[in-house]
């Protein structure tokens, strides 16, 4: 039998497609972040125009936030976050995952695994 939110999520994709309100991710979102690179071709390019030469020297952060989730500081992050909706989708070194509020850095929610991420250390034979 067939997994219920897999129908669940193949009904709501299709109702999008009817509405004609899929995104087309072949090209870059002109508001969203929606996957790593920004688009399916990984391109990292977006068509706000609210950056451009004259003014990117003056950008300062607007937020921050401590997540207390990776293996140091200097591996907190694991990857290029997506936006979608207001929402920062972000996951750590230690696999887990926060939502955060695109605006004020406000966590909205997380959800932190049991498993351990990390590769058990690889011992050479003792011969």
């Not at 999520?9 to 509405?19: E, K, N, R, T």
């Not at 969203?32 to 020297?57: A, H, I, Y």
């Amino acid at each position: 039998m067939p997994d219920k939110l897999a129908i669940l999520f193949l009904a709501a994709g299709m109702s999008g497609i009817a509405l004609g309100q899929t995104p087309d991710y072949r090209k870059p979102s002109p508001a969203e972040w929606p996957m790593v690179g920004g688009d399916w071709g990984n391109t990292r390019f977006s068509p706000l125009s609210q950056l451009n030469t004259t003014n990117v020297k003056t950008l300062k952060g607007a937020w921050m936030a401590r997540l207390n989730s990776g293996f140091g500081a200097g591996f907190s992050q694991q990857a290029t976050p997506v936006i979608q909706d207001g929402v920062m989708y972000i996951t750590t070194g230690q696999q887990d995952i926060f939502a955060l509020d695109a605006k004020t850095g406000a966590i909205r929610w997380e959800f932190r695994p049991e498993a351990d991420p990390r590769t058990p250390e690889i011992k050479p034979n003792a011969e």
